[in-house]
Each structure stands twice: as C-alpha cells, then as structure tokens.
C-alpha cells in the first residue's frame, strides 16, 4: 500500500464498535497487527467509512497511520441514535429485565381494556423504544416473551420485536396477574 491510498470498509447493516478489518505493517520483515478498522454508528461509522492512509518506512520496518477519513457512513443513522438517546434521557423510563436496568421511551399506553378469555386481547398495551447500542454492548437483545418491569408493573414482550438502524422496538402487553 502506498502512501495516500484509501481503504473502504463496508457492512450490510448498522455496527457498533465492530472490526470491519485489521491494518498491517512491517516489524523486521513480519506482517504484524496495526490497529483495527472499527465500524461505530455512534461514531458516525455505521455501515461504511474511507479513511486515507499514510505509510513511512520500507519493506523491512514500516508504520501505517490514518491521515485523515474522507467518508464517514450515514451520518443521520448517528443523528437519529443520539435523538434517541436525548429522548430517553429527557422523557424516557429505565426499565428492568434480565436483573438489569436499561433505559427507553414508552408510547401508545393504553389503559383500563378489558381482559377478554385468554388474557388482553391481541393489540399491545404499550410500545417501548430503546437504543440499540446499550443492549449490543452487553452482548444480549430481549426477544418475544420476555418479561419486564416498567415502574414496578410487569409487562411482556409480546408480537415482534422490531430492529432499527438504532433502536429496538418492543411491543408489550400487561401480564395477567393471577
């Protein structure tokens, strides 16, 4: 590689702190590990990012740097998750699930429907918003059934849980209490 040449990393879909690649340089003759490429939507990196590399040395000891980035994925996938983020810091609930507290915006609450046989009926009660990123960092994403505690209320994850660029979308239902 020579030197101001670019290297474009691409994924088919939003990361978050992802190694898309490692860069390389020469140590006494040997291939060795640089640094990684990451993909960050946070970073503003979500799918795709170009950075321009600067190379110094010789075939025998180099270094690689990156000198500057010339393109830097959806910049409004990072604009929606920090909105997102400032929505569940201003407006939005923690929750509990999985013996752990997350944060998220709760919408479309209904109160006082009836309980038809079976339970409530088919529609959710409530649909809760949260961003992505806190669940990919601990390496977990809540599924359909799972329990959760909202201001002490138990509530279940109920029909699909819809993925974002940024954010989980989960629809839930009040649990029956028996």
Known sequence: MATGESL?????????G??????????AGEWVDAFPIELDLVGGTSHTRTDCLTVTGDETSSSVTISYTTKKGHQSLKHGHLAQ????????????????????????????RDMGEGGYLEESDAVLVCNRSQF??????????????????PLQIVGNVRVGDWSYTFELKRCNRA
């Open 85 to 112: 983020v400032n929505a569940e810091q201003t407006r939005g609930v923690a929750f509990e699930w999985d013996s752990r507290l997350w944060s998220g915006v709760l919408s479309d609450i209904s109160e006082g």
């Open 8 to 16: 474009e990393v691409l994924s088919g879909g939003a990361k978050f």
């Open 136 to 153: 990919v960092k601990a390496g977990v994403m809540p599924a359909t059934s799972s329990k959760l505690l909202i201001d002490g209320a």
């Open 18 to 27: 992802a190694v898309a690649c490692v860069v390389q340089e020469r140590s």
